[in-house]
């Protein structure tokens, strides 16, 4: 009884795991509106209510763009050892299962690789 409650708790963990990772995909990849990314609509916000300079939204807009390379050179450099944990928490979960369950386990793991190749 023990190890079938460890499973819902390592199943719960994994599904928050995967939950959040959705989100981030989500707030990385949306569709921003308009065809507007996230720094044109914080310049837009910042030079409607600040009333902002001409100067001072071209110095703006540099330092946000600034801030997108480094965001993405960040995404770029953290998403192979987020994907080394989101692997090692899989094999982890599967070798607790039974033959039967890791087939499972694997159908699962395909059909949500197959969810979210079709979003990107």
Same mark, same amino acid.
Do not use: C, N
């Given at each position: 009884?023990?190890?079938?409650?460890?499973?819902?708790?390592?199943?719960?963990?994994?599904?928050?795991?995967?939950?959040?990772?959705?989100?981030?995909?989500?707030?990385?990849?949306?569709?921003?509106?308009?065809?507007?990314?996230?720094?044109? #609509?914080?310049?837009? %916000?910042?030079?409607? /209510?600040?009333? $902002? +300079? *001409? @100067? !001072?939204?071209?110095?703006?807009? =540099?330092?946000?763009?600034?801030?997108?390379?480094?965001?993405?050179?960040?995404?770029?450099?953290?998403?192979?050892?987020?994907?080394?944990? #989101?692997?090692?928490? %899989?094999?982890?979960? /599967?070798?607790? $299962? +039974? *033959? @039967? !369950?890791?087939?499972?386990?694997? =159908?699962?793991?395909?059909?949500?690789?197959?969810?979210?190749?079709?979003?990107?």
């Amino acid at each position: 009884m023990r190890l079938q409650w460890r499973q819902i708790l390592i199943s719960a963990l994994v599904g928050f795991a995967l939950g959040a990772a959705s989100v981030a995909w989500y707030l990385e990849y949306r569709d921003t509106g308009g065809g507007k990314d996230h720094y044109s #609509r914080m310049q837009e %916000r910042f030079s409607s /209510r600040l009333d $902002l +300079t *001409p @100067e !001072q939204k071209q110095q703006i807009g =540099a330092i946000l763009e600034d801030m997108r390379q480094k965001v993405s050179a960040l995404r770029t450099e953290i998403r192979p050892r987020f994907e080394e944990i #989101r692997r090692a928490v %899989r094999e982890e979960i /599967r070798s607790l $299962l +039974t *033959p @039967e !369950q890791q087939k499972k386990f694997d =159908a699962m793991q395909s059909e949500w690789e197959s969810r979210r190749k079709k979003h990107r």
